[in-house]
């Protein structure tokens, strides 16, 4: 009997065309290889030429605009100026005894030449509903006792401790 080979003979060109297809698939691979290791390790600096000098910048800077300070204006008082001591003559205000004013008795010879012609004076309470203790309007003189801690009001008039 005849020998069979069952196994089938490859054609001419597909023995030819397998090595080159092997030989572009290893050069394909390393390509790729070396591109990714290029892309991700920088390539170092030439070692035959010398290391760049630091580079030195001058920056000059321009000196900043002085602050704007302002000044607030001093707190309006109610008809009178703040003392060192506790004055023992006053007119129209509102002042604090023993702090403002001396305690003790005032009086006044009456109306201001130039006012309306009245006087008034008033004791208050520092707090409470009702702060007044004592109060006259009058067109001729006037006298009151002030008291520590109360506030006296004038208006329209002066008063002199005595």
Known sequence: ????????????????AFPLVAGLTVALTLGAGVGVVAATHPRSPDTTTAP?????????????PAPTVTVPAPPVTSGHTAATTPADRFADGTYLVGTDIEAGSYHSPGPAPDGNGHCYWARLRATGASK?????LTSGAARFAARRGEYVQVAGCEFTRG
């Open 1 to 16: 009997m005849p020998s069979t080979n069952w196994s089938p003979t490859p054609h001419a060109s597909s023995r030819n």
């Open 52 to 64: 760049a000098a630091p580079a030195t910048v001058t920056v000059t800077a321009e000196a900043a």
């Open 132 to 136: 007044i203790v004592a109060d006259q």
